[in-house]
């Protein structure tokens, strides 16, 4: 079954009480977690980080703008303990290792490691100190640099899985690389997922028709607020019909049939399946053509529409009117 994660990132461009709005809005979605990033601006960054976008002039810096995401301890507890009651798991990628210092005070299950980081292998030591589950994303990663922190994970025998992510907000069509998830699949032999940021519903499920177990997206309330991620992100309602669409697909891919066994549509089979008539008066002695036949519903009251090669050349041994059933009994 599929592990469907809502990022919600820094949408909630740093209020705590919009963080909680988003944790009410995605419990009725029917996702598994909801993922934050927790930023820590002087563990993380300095002032010479440039902006990727710069969505407001609220923030003077790159570095500005993380300071005012970040939230209290108490904050990311409170964000936790919400998830806890609604049934979601709560997860966050940290940025910096005081990132995940703070985490694992407030104790989260697994780590999300961002793109951005999978070369940043101080940061994958710390993680793998905690001994908890990876989820590692690749969005600007070669293989020769996945292989690696592949390899520095699973040396330290940290439970992995690596997610195909394109980094571009949004991403487009010929950007999704939906033809890496099979090449993960057989290069690393491990549950493989998506990272998501092309804002529609359809990349996710043909990700997770080409075996990924893991869904991530982002998440927004409101498509027309500022933020760096709104224009990659879906709605609360297309979460929720994504959601659904993934659930139905899991029992779909778990079902196998078998199209030989055909017993459970035997009577369907009489409704839908047809049996030969003459498509027009005939007499008796008429020799019986292609172009005198039709396939009339149901089945079994003429010979079978299948048989109709065996009943063309004989000769008819009555006169048959327009539309009636041709049977074995007119025909010789
Ligand atoms: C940036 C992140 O992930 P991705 O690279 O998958 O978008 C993240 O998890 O914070």
């Known amino acids: 079954m599929s592990f469907i994660i809502a990022e919600i990132g820094q949408a909630h461009n740093g209020s705590i009480d919009i963080a909680h709005d988003y944790i009410d809005a995605l419990a009725k979605t029917g996702v598994d977690a909801i993922k934050?990033?927790?930023?820590?601006?002087?563990?993380?960054?300095?002032?010479?980080?440039?902006?990727?976008?710069?969505?407001?002039?609220?923030?003077?810096t790159r570095f500005d703008y993380w300071k005012r995401m970040e939230f209290k301890l108490s904050e990311w507890k409170g964000l936790k303990q919400h998830c806890d009651d609604a049934g979601l798991e709560?997860?966050?990628?940290?940025?910096?290792?005081?990132?995940?210092?703070?985490?694992?005070?407030?104790?989260?299950?697994?780590?999300k490691i961002g793109s951005g980081e999978v070369t940043n292998f101080l940061l994958l030591e710390r993680i793998s100190q905690t001994k908890k589950p990876v989820i590692l994303s690749s969005g600007m990663s070669s293989f020769n640099e996945l292989d690696a922190a592949v390899k520095f994970l699973k040396e330290k025998h940290i439970e992995i899985a690596v997610l195909q992510c394109t980094t571009a907000?949004?991403?487009?069509?010929?950007?999704?690389?939906?033809?890496?998830?099979?090449?993960?699949?057989?290069?690393?032999?491990?549950?493989?997922?998506?990272?998501?940021?092309?804002?529609?519903?359809?990349?996710?499920?043909?990700?997770?028709?080409?075996g990924a177990e893991i869904l991530e997206f982002h998440a927004v309330l409101n498509r027309q607020v500022f933020?760096?991620?709104?224009?990659?992100?879906?709605?609360?309602?297309?979460?929720?019909?994504?959601?659904?669409?993934?659930?139905?697909?899991?029992?779909?891919?778990?079902?196998?049939?078998?199209?030989?066994?055909?017993?459970?549509?035997?009577?369907?089979?009489?409704?839908?399946?047809?049996?030969?008539?003459?498509?027009?008066?005939?007499?008796?002695?008429?020799?019986?053509?292609?172009?005198?036949?039709?396939?009339?519903?149901?089945?079994?009251?003429?010979?079978?529409?299948?048989?109709?090669?065996?009943?063309?050349?004989?000769?008819?041994?009555?006169?048959?009117?327009?539309?009636?059933?041709?049977?074995?009994?007119?025909?010789?």
């Open 169 to 210: 907000y949004p991403t487009k069509p010929q950007e999704y690389g939906l033809n890496v998830i099979t090449e993960l699949i057989s290069r690393y032999n491990i549950p493989i997922g998506f990272s998501d940021h092309s804002a529609k519903i359809e990349t996710c499920i043909a990700a997770k028709v080409l």
């Open 36 to 60: 934050f990033q927790t930023h820590i601006a002087n563990a993380e960054s300095s002032i010479y980080e440039p902006f990727r976008v710069k969505f407001s002039d609220q923030d003077a």
């Open 227 to 332: 933020g760096p991620d709104t224009t990659s992100s879906l709605t609360i309602q297309e979460v929720e019909t994504l959601v659904k669409a993934v659930r139905n697909i899991d029992i779909a891919l778990q079902s196998s049939i078998n199209k030989n066994d055909t017993s459970k549509f035997s009577e369907l089979k009489l409704i839908f399946e047809k049996s030969l008539a003459v498509n027009k008066n005939l007499n008796k002695g008429h020799i019986i053509r292609f172009e005198d036949l039709e396939a009339k519903k149901p089945a079994n009251k003429g010979v079978k529409a299948s048989e109709f090669r065996s009943v063309i050349g004989t000769r008819l041994q009555r006169n048959m009117t327009q539309w009636e059933f041709l049977n074995n009994e007119d025909i010789a």
């Open 90 to 111: 709560f997860m966050s990628s940290p940025f910096s290792n005081a990132a995940v210092d703070l985490l694992e005070e407030v104790g989260v299950k697994r780590y």
